[in-house]
């Protein structure tokens, strides 16, 4: 009986600990900081985000991680004008901004990278925003992406607290300048704390917080770009629905990483209408469904254990038409549809969409006489549009077809 009771009492201090789980309670804690209106959207370069990088340094220090330069922050210099869409010489200003970097050596020769941008919206300056009327309105981005930060702390505490003699090193990086282009991370990928070819591969994460539990739907970008990731992933056992795809390039810090030959993977629960707007709040992430992301980044990293270091390969480039896009018709695609169209998850107030009478839920089946079959079509054919056309579009609601007209 002693025996017993011994062994009952040491299973509850290891739980007690959180030693050896990951904790819902530490990522609540980061997403409602990160996401406070104090903070006031994260802007690239604020005083605001100064708090929240110091925030997440005081984090990797109180988890005995290495800092580089005598510190977590890493500061990088970019160009930045009247808009994030203006960088000629003559209204360009130089800024600067930082990651913040903390370093588990285990003495190993390789290094998984695990990642997130911390930078959010702002007060809606930038042009990035998808509200009406974004200027001056606090953009939190809970799940976009204090849910990807507070992953990287809470993988942090993990992997220091586990008590697991681990082959590789870990890097923890959280990014600034995501929503300006990506450019913390190709910042610091262009001037890295590490020799770039010790990296085994890195682990980006970007809006993890909405799991819807019903679908349990997942999506992990970049499993072409190393063979292994293919076969790994689905060997494990899981709850999720998981949704592969192969590109390393998407529009998050995984890009940088894959660029430089790196294999990458990037986790993401999902679009939502909440997306770039203010009301992407804390009061709406799920967190334990982002628990259960966490663990399973867990148990994935831990099965790479079993691999020597992975091998690249390169995967085909995502065909999206932005750079041939004139117009906009003001709607966020639900990226994880699977069905025949494009389900529309969100439609920005009085964008071309709003006024012709597309509403969340829609599924769009033709654009201008042209067949929508996936997100991917619908750019290709919204390309070759410009201002001031007048087209007809067929969405389905519901059981029913709705013919619209619709004007850029």
């Known amino acids: 009986m ?82 994030v869409h203006d ?16 370093f588990l050596d285990n003495k190993a020769p390789y290094t998984i990278v695990i990642g997130a941008h911390y930078d959010h919206l702002g007060l809606g300056h930038d042009k990035n925003s998808l509200d009406a009327n974004p200027t001056g309105k ?12 507070s992953g990287v702390m809470e993988l942090a505490r993990y992997f220091t ?19 300006l282009g990506l450019l913390g991370s190709k910042k610091w990928c262009d001037n890295p704390d590490i020799d770039l070819a010790s990296v085994n591969y890195m682990i980006n994460m970007d809006m993890i917080g909405r799991l819807n539990d019903s679908t349990k739907k997942l999506i992990v970008y970049g499993v072409g770009t190393s063979p292994v990731f293919v076969p790994l992933i689905d060997s494990l056992s899981s709850s999720f629905s998981i949704k592969k795809d192969s590109s390393g390039i998407g529009p998050s810090d995984q890009t940088s990483f894959y660029l430089k030959n790196i294999p990458v993977l990037h986790f993401f629960t999902g679009q939502h209408s909440d997306y770039h707007k203010p009301s992407d709040d804390a009061n709406k992430i799920n967190y334990e469904g982002e628990k259960e992301v966490l663990q399973y980044i867990v148990n994935l990293v831990e099965k790479t254990y079993h691999y020597p270091k992975l091998t690249f390969a390169k995967t085909r480039n995502p065909d999206t038409g932005k750079s041939a ?25 009085n964008k071309p969409a709003f006024k012709a009478g597309v509403q969340k839920g829609d599924v769009l089946k033709k654009l201008g006489g042209v067949e929508v079959k996936d997100v991917q079509s619908y750019m290709k054919t919204l390309s070759t549009f410009k201002k001031g056309d007048t087209t007809e579009i067929e969405v389905m609601r519901g059981t029913e077809i709705k013919v619209l007209s619709i004007t850029f």
């Open 2 to 83: 002693k025996t017993v009771v011994l062994s009952l009492l040491s299973l509850l201090m290891c739980l007690s600990s959180g030693a050896q789980s990951i904790q819902t309670k530490t990522i609540k804690k980061h997403i409602s900081f990160l996401a406070s209106d104090k903070l006031k959207g994260r802007g690239t370069s604020s005083a605001e985000e100064i708090l929240a990088a110091n925030y997440i340094a005081s984090r990797f220090k109180e988890y005995g991680l290495k800092a580089y330069g005598n510190s977590y922050l890493r500061p990088f210099v970019y160009r930045k004008g009247s808009s």
């Open 87 to 102: 960088t000629s010489s003559a209204t360009t200003t130089e800024k600067m901004a930082n990651n913040v970097v903390g």
């Open 138 to 149: 606090i953009h939190n981005g809970a799940d976009d992406n204090a849910s990807g930060t």
């Open 161 to 179: 607290s586990n008590k697991k003699t681990e082959p590789y090193n870990f890097l923890f990086i959280c990014f600034s300048g995501e929503e």
């Open 325 to 349: 896009f004139k117009v906009t018709m003001g709607v966020m695609p639900d990226y994880t549809f699977e069905g025949q169209g494009m389900r529309i998850d969100g439609v920005t107030d």
